[in-house]
């Protein structure tokens, strides 16, 4: 195109304010663009019908129907514009702007309801609930988006602890890609049920479950099989009283002093900032009772511009109940004390993506101090959560463990530097059933080089969850 | 333009009469043709998708975004109320204490730390330095000397 | 720019097809849209017979191909002679988009080889694609997909539509050992659960 051309066509742009030609009118071309512009707009091709509409009155100025045509068309395109920079704008966080671009669009508009489905967005990326609720009104009225806006309902029920009523909506979504969101989600919902149960099984392979050194002559390797099982009871919902029990009983193929019973049972208060929780369990190991603990823990947590800050701390007594045994050696004692755990972090998502990175702090006061040790380092995940329930996790841990005293065994302080990697997999494959997969490798390097090794584990599983309101 | 065209209407031109008969093509209708031809081939481009057999839910018309508008916008309302949902969801999920989780686990983890600290300190004992059947020996000072 | 051309066009030859030249500037820069309006403004003038072609071609590079498919039979009624191998190649692209492959297949056998080699390079790439999928049977679901299109069509006075969505449902139905609704008059309603 010769640089005139483009000059005339940017002239041309389809709402800028015709020029007609000087001294000619010609009526009945423009009749033929009018009735071009009218067929253009009738298939909802707003800019082809703007551009001949605005040729109409370049012919002949005084086409009345030409003139009326350009004006519709041309508001029609001003909203079709801000509704596009409305979706941008949310596409960039900027809910704000999105709000401010959507002022175009009247109630009376053919983009009235995709104004509603955007304006009720950035309201909820504002964290403005009651107002994206008056927002949806009126998408919830149009055909063509009431499943999504039945979609968004659900999510503002969700957000207020209403998940009945979530539910409720999530059902009764059936109009094409919000109902297949309404699908995956609904699974996912049913997890949080008041009444929760679950049960798994797994089968394991670890490459080194005796924790073997390196070049060490012997083989700390062995397979397991565990069934696991938990019931959680939330009576009022995701805020208010929790109690909960879980129970594992694994058996290792070859080394039995490893087959592990553990039981737990728990009760607290959540929040809507976090929850406070107390619990007890005890477990059997090889066979012969092994540990009881008692345990606090609490969790907080906050969001802050789109980003969710965590922090948690847990304090557990715990008591080995080899070392009340009548007869005793010195390496089945001293084990016993206080366990502290915590951390902080933050975590952002943006579908369907998880990032979590944070700081954790262990702390394990035993009552022999060569023992005890401190422990702490950089932690980070990403979870990958796809539309159809598919969850794929990747976490990676470092952490530098440093022990409070010299252990007479060995003569020197033992410190140990950690670095873990897991990955982990679950397939929903109904409402109720999901596979489990788990890969994760450790390896840790110490002062001591009885205690340098490294350990892979993989494992496979099914589990069933049951949800009752 | 492409190179070809100046030829093709070359050779029309040459062919055409230098006089226009009545009713008969003209130098600038021919030159419409050669125009509209060069355009349709320009654009002339087979479909990107692999032609398949429709099954029942299939939709009834492939994309035409032209003939929707609002569509985008509904599935971009949809995805980004999905995605709301499930960071809902997964907030609930990540505030379900992720230390309350991981007692139960540390359980068997301390078990076999516990039982590789106390075989290593069998197998390495330090001569003088309290040996396994010490009992509750746990005055060790930092002044003790190294291993060798 | 429509009335630049068309001026720079009544400069250069006599004004018998201005809105045609604007259209074919037009669409040979990629501004199918104002292509459209002006080969509409062409054949609304009568200026050519054969507009009626370019408003379906253009309507097929818009994606918009059930309006093609029914402009491309109104052009074959209007203009038969207006039609030519490059057209047939954009009536194939409207098929295709429409899931109408044998109706696709037909009108790339009929552009041949005529619209040149690059064309007729893309139409036998597409024609082997269709064998690819036409040779398999095909299930009943498809043929009551096709059946269900054409109901739609009609009800939507898209009678061109609804006739080649007719076609194409009992052209597939032959091809099934069992002959599934090759009278084209079973009900659906039973059929719905089998494979």
């Known amino acids: 195109m010769t640089p005139l051309l483009l000059l005339l066509a940017l002239a041309h742009a389809p709402c800028t304010p015709p020029s007609p030609a000087a001294g000619v009118v010609d009526a009945r071309g423009a009749a033929a663009y009018v009735n071009a512009g009218e067929m253009e707009m009738a298939a909802g091709a707003v800019r082809a019908a703007a551009f001949a509409y605005g040729a109409a009155l370049r012919l002949d100025a005084s086409n009345l129907r030409a003139r009326e045509g350009l004006a519709r068309a041309c508001a029609r395109l001003r909203e079709d514009d801000a509704v596009e920079a409305a979706s941008a704008h949310l596409d960039a966080a900027r809910p704000r702007e999105a709000l401010a671009s959507l002022k175009e669009v009247t109630e009376d508009s053919a983009r009235a309801d995709d104004a509603a489905l955007l304006r009720a967005l950035a309201l909820m990326e504002l964290g403005e609930d009651t107002a994206a609720h008056t927002a949806l009104a009126p998408a919830t009225r149009s055909p063509g988006a009431a499943g999504t806006a039945r979609l968004l309902e659900a999510v503002l029920a969700f957000r207020a602890d209403r998940a009945g009523e979530a539910e409720a909506l999530l059902v009764g979504v059936r109009e094409g890609r919000a109902r297949t969101s309404a699908e995956a989600l609904l699974p996912l919902l049913r997890r949080d049920e008041r009444l929760r149960l679950s049960a798994a099984v797994r089968a394991g392979w670890d490459g080194n479950l005796a924790r073997v050194p390196e070049g060490a002559d012997e083989s700390g390797a062995d397979g397991a099989t565990a069934l696991e099982a938990s019931v959680s009871w939330t009576p009022t919902g995701a805020r208010g009283p929790l109690l909960g029990a879980n129970a594992l009983l694994s058996r290792q193929l070859t080394q039995h002093a490893f087959d592990a019973m553990v039981v737990d049972a728990h009760g607290g208060w959540r929040l809507g900032w976090g929850e406070a929780l ?41 008591l080995f109940l080899r070392e009340l045994a009548p007869v005793l050696s010195s390496q089945d004692s001293g084990f016993s004390g206080w366990r502290h755990v915590g951390g902080a972090g933050v975590a952002w998502w943006r579908a369907p993506l998880l990032l979590r990175a944070g700081w954790r702090l262990e702390a394990d006061r035993a009552d022999a ?3 005890s040790f401190v422990e702490h380092g950089p932690e980070a995940g990403l979870t990958l959560l796809t539309e159809s329930g598919v969850a794929v996790g990747l976490e990676l841990r470092a952490a530098a463990r440093r022990f409070l005293d010299v252990d007479p065994s060995f003569g020197t302080l033992r410190a140990d530097g950690v670095l873990g990697a897991a990955l982990t997999a679950s397939l929903p494959m109904d409402a109720h059933w999901s596979w489990l997969a788990s890969l994760q490798g450790t390896r840790v390097v110490s002062t001591l080089p009885a205690f340098t090794h490294g350990r892979v584990a993989a494992a496979l599983g099914l589990r069933y969850t049951l949800g009752v309101p | 333009m492409s190179r070809t065209r100046p030829l093709l209407l070359l050779a029309l031109l040459a062919a055409a009469p230098v006089v226009a008969a009545p009713g008969s093509p003209t130098s600038g209708d021919v030159e419409v043709r050669v ?16 032609p398949r057999l429709p099954e029942a839910a299939t939709p009834a018309t492939p994309g035409r975004p032209e003939q929707a508008p609002g569509k985008g916008v509904k599935e ?19 505030g379900k204490s992720p230390a309350r989780a991981g007692w139960q686990g540390k359980d068997v983890e301390a078990a076999t730390a516990q039982e590789r600290i106390k075989k290593a300190r069998r197998q390495a004992p330090l001569p003088g330095a309290g040996g396994p059947n010490s009992p509750g020996n746990n005055a060790s000072s930092p002044d003790k000397p190294g291993p060798p | 720019m429509a009335l630049a051309l068309a001026g720079a066009a009544a400069l250069a030859a006599p004004p018998s097809t201005p809105h045609l030249r604007a259209g074919a500037e037009h669409f040979r820069s990629g501004r199918f849209e104002e292509a459209l309006v002006e080969f509409r403004v062409s054949d609304t003038l009568g200026e050519a017979t054969d507009a009626s072609w370019y408003v379906a071609a253009t309507l097929t590079k818009l994606g918009r191909a059930e309006e093609a498919h029914e ?21 194939a692209l409207a098929c295709h988009q429409l899931r109408l492959y044998t109706c696709a297949d037909a009108a790339l056998v009929a552009a041949g080889t005529r619209a040149g080699p690059t064309v007729a390079g893309h139409a036998a790439k597409m024609r082997a694609e269709l064998m690819t999928v036409l040779r398999a049977e095909p299930s009943r679901a498809t043929v009551d997909w096709y059946f269900e299109r054409a109901r739609e069509a009609e009800a939507r006075s898209q009678l061109a539509l609804a006739a080649a969505y007719r076609r194409e449902a009992a052209a597939l139905a032959r091809r099934r050992q069992d002959c599934y609704r090759c009278d084209g008059t079973a009900s659906a309603v039973h059929t719905s659960q089998a494979p």
Request: proline fraction near 4%; charged fraction near 25%; glycine fraction near 8%.
């Open chain 2, 35 to 50: 125009l509209l031809r060069e355009a349709l081939e320009t654009h002339a481009v087979p479909p990107a998708e692999l």
């Open chain 1, 369 to 371: 101090a060569f023992y």
């Open chain 2, 76 to 94: 971009k309302a949809s995805a980004h109320a999905s995605a709301r949902a499930r960071e809902v969801l997964e907030q609930l999920r990540l």
């Open chain 3, 71 to 91: 402009a491309f039979a109104q052009a074959e009624r209007r203009s038969p002679g207006g039609r030519d191998a490059l057209l047939d190649f954009y009536r």
């Open chain 1, 278 to 318: 107390a619990g007890a369990s005890y477990s059997q190991l090889g066979g012969s009772p092994y540990l009881m603990a008692l345990r606090l823990d609490v969790a907080a947590r906050r969001e802050v511009g789109g980003l969710l800050l965590q922090a948690e701390y847990g304090v557990r007594r715990e």
